[in-house]
């Protein structure tokens, strides 16, 4: 298209003021010649002048074969001429020309016959190099040839962005025929194709001049109606040979294949990296909840607008369970995570909550096949199968949930329970590519899941026993009162082996006792239970407390790799003395009215179950008033601090007035006492009554 076609008109004939002219008249350099009915020149052109090397004056009045014809063809010229001007037909071919030096060329020849105003006859000659015609020929007709048989599809594109011309290519990409586009910007024939930056990129170069290379587009065409495709689009700007703007030449391939492998390859990276992230995420901790909570972190928001963890309630309790066809299930929620989705939020289960799940919902069947449920699009009745009730699948349907995907969480063989996905204000419903990183993340969280459940089984019963052979005894006995403590390790830590015990002896004495059995678990707490049983029946015996302590080391060495450390100690209000051995356990401390609290200084000895060193026992006074605090190590040892710098906070923490001992044992504990130690406490407290 010219820029006359750009700046005059709008598809039609109707001119609208002047226009600017064509660069192909100047390529083609067209000279222009008339002769009149007797052949001699009336009019030379300029171009005249540069093809046959004449001036206008030298070529004015003179005969134009004479000059122009070589004698050997001057009866065929003069023939032709006599024909054209006789008869009116136009003569039209290439005819060798003399040249001014001499020289002769190959001249491309339009004749025609003239008639002015008086009747008069005249000879038009149209003449341009034949070398220069045949280029042009040449170039069109490779261009012709070029854009028809092209794989790649091409158009020509006005100033105002209209199609001007495409190829047969572009019709097939498009569906459309060539006709059809005519005259009809982008978005206007392709509505479903995502025309917006393509268009501005066009505009872009209309304006600049700068090429925009490979720039991708992607949308829908009546060519494939049903499938969303890709191309890569190239923009040029395209100019005559005088600089004039005439539009925008457009290049289209389809990458879809190419665009398809590389979301492929792009979703797999994803799920990589979220599988990844996953990996470090989950399993931080052995609490169930926190390892719950960890995958719905990681669902949320890259693959779910909200997340819940659920497990089967039979599982939580550490029983095994099938489902049958007709039962329901009956699920504890763990986690629930939300972006955006407060309705959602509302009508998931609260973390903690058990509720049961008719044997028609989605999340029932997920957890009764052991197989993922998708809806990729949700409707009004499957709302009814996802929410547990009609209250919930009406906040649901409020909330927007439009897509849905359970996936089982199976360890060991075992459905543990589910991953339940909705979609909300993601607009895409779940894939097959969603599904198969939600597996992955099911898969690998549902391993850690299920460690931490059978962790939390196994604390929660050695904590049971734990408690079950701890003593119960009453706040005075003898000639004491008596308070204490026993606090298990944080939650991500095994129950240990401490206890604590206050035995009643003859003649009003009583028998003190601390001892932290060495590892963690049920092996710990059992063999606690075994001391504690054997120190119970050697105190009966009223033994010197070294000696007693030299018969639980034989005790000791009949329990597995077990070893033990101990403080035993004797009261006797007669003598107001108190009789201590020690096994390899820390001081107890002193405090004594109007003296700063003191750490013991006792022998320390070595634990039960080491052997081969003899215990000692020393004997301590006490007054009425006096308080003995004894402590298992849980109580002052950290990972960040020197244990002298831990005893000297204990210390400081009982000095003072005298406080009663419950409140000592309370303050103690939530001062030194860590939150997160991996190690349990057991605290004895006993205060010397009046007589």
Not at 108 to 130: H, K, T
Not at 262 to 270: G, L, P, Q, W
Not at 402 to 425: M, N, Q, W
């Amino acid at each position: 298209m010219s820029t006359a076609g750009a700046a005059g008109f709008e598809g039609d004939a109707s001119p609208r003021g002047p226009v600017g002219p064509s660069g192909l008249l100047d390529l083609l350099n067209v000279a222009s010649i008339v002769l009149d009915a007797k052949g001699r020149i009336v009019l030379w052109s300029p171009q005249a002048e540069e093809l046959f090397g004449y001036s206008a004056p030298e070529a004015l009045g003179r005969y134009a074969a004479r000059i122009m014809v070589d004698e050997r063809h001057l009866d065929l010229v003069v023939g032709l001429f006599e024909d054209v001007m006789k008869t009116g037909r136009s003569w039209a071919g290439a005819f060798p020309v003399r040249h001014k030096d001499g020289g002769t060329r190959l001249v491309e020849f339009r004749n025609m016959r003239l008639l002015d105003d008086r009747g008069d006859v005249y000879a038009l000659g149209l003449a341009a190099d034949q070398s220069t015609v045949r280029r042009l020929e040449r170039d069109v007709a490779l261009s012709t040839r070029m854009i028809t048989q092209s794989p790649i599809g091409l158009a020509v594109l006005d100033t105002e962005l209209r199609y001007v011309s495409v190829n047969p290519a572009l019709e097939r990409l498009n569906g459309i025929p060539a006709g059809d586009h005519l005259g009809r910007t982008v978005p206007e024939l392709l509505p479903q194709l995502h025309a917006g930056p393509l268009e501005a990129a066009a505009r872009e170069v209309l304006e600049t001049g700068r090429p925009v290379l490979d720039r991708p587009a992607t949308g829908r065409t009546p060519a494939d109606p049903d499938e969303e495709h890709a191309w890569s689009v190239s923009l040029y700007r395209l100019e005559d040979a005088l600089g004039a703007v005439l539009g925008v030449a457009v290049s289209v391939t389809d990458v879809t294949e190419q665009h398809r492998a590389s979301a492929e390859a792009e979703a797999a990276r994803r799920r990589l990296a979220a599988v990844a992230d996953a990996s470090a995420r989950i399993g931080t901790t052995l609490r169930l909840d926190r390892t719950a909570y960890e995958l719905a972190d990681v669902a949320v928001p890259g693959l779910a607008d909200l997340a819940a963890v659920d497990l089967l309630d039979a599982v939580v309790e550490g029983r095994r369970s099938t489902l049958g066809p007709a039962e329901s299930a009956v699920i504890r929620a763990l986690a629930v995570r939300a972006d955006d989705a407060r309705d959602a939020l509302r009508a998931a289960d609260r973390p903690g909550q058990v509720a049961r799940y008719g044997p028609d919902r989605l999340v029932t069947e997920c957890v009764r096949t052991g197989r993922p449920v998708m809806v990729a699009r949700v409707t009004e009745e499957d709302l009814w199968r996802i929410a547990r009730s009609p209250e919930a699948a009406e906040l649901l349907r409020r909330a927007g949930v439009h897509s849905y995907l359970a996936v089982p969480l199976i360890a060991r063989g075992e459905v543990l329970g589910a991953l339940d996905l909705k979609r909300v204000t993601n607009p895409l419903p779940f894939d097959e590519d969603d599904l198969l990183l939600a597996r992955e993340l099911a898969a690998r969280a549902a391993l850690q899941i299920d460690n931490a459940r059978w962790y939390q089984n196994a604390r929660d019963t050695a904590l049971t026993l734990q408690r079950s052979l701890l003593p119960s005894h009453p706040p005075v006995t003898g000639g004491l009162e008596v308070a204490s403590r026993y606090q298990p390790a944080g939650a991500t830590s095994e129950v240990g082996g401490d206890w604590f015990d206050v035995i009643e002896l003859e003649g009003r004495k009583t028998a003190l006792v601390v001892g932290d059995v060495m590892g963690s678990g049920i092996a710990a707490a059992a063999s606690m239970g075994r001391l504690r049983t054997a120190t119970n029946t050697l105190a009966a015996l009223e033994l010197d407390p070294a000696l007693l302590l030299e018969h639980l080391e034989r005790t000791t060495a009949g329990l597995d790799q077990a070893i033990a450390t101990c403080l035993y100690a004797v009261h006797d209000p007669h003598r107001r003395q108190c009789l201590i051995a020690n096994a390899g356990h820390l001081p107890p401390v002193r405090l004594r009215a109007g003296r700063p609290p003191e750490l013991l200084d006792l022998p320390t000895g070595v634990p039960l179950g080491v052997g081969g060193v003899a215990f000692s026992t020393t004997a301590v006074d006490l007054e009425p008033g006096d308080r003995l605090v004894f402590y298992t190590d849980g109580l002052v040892e950290t990972r960040r601090h020197p244990l002298d710098e831990r005893l000297d906070a204990l210390l400081a923490l009982l000095e003072g007035p005298d406080r009663p001992l419950e409140e000592v044992c309370d303050l103690l504990l939530r001062t030194l006492h860590e939150p997160e130690n991996s190690d349990d406490v057991a605290l004895l407290i006993a205060r010397v009554t009046p007589p």
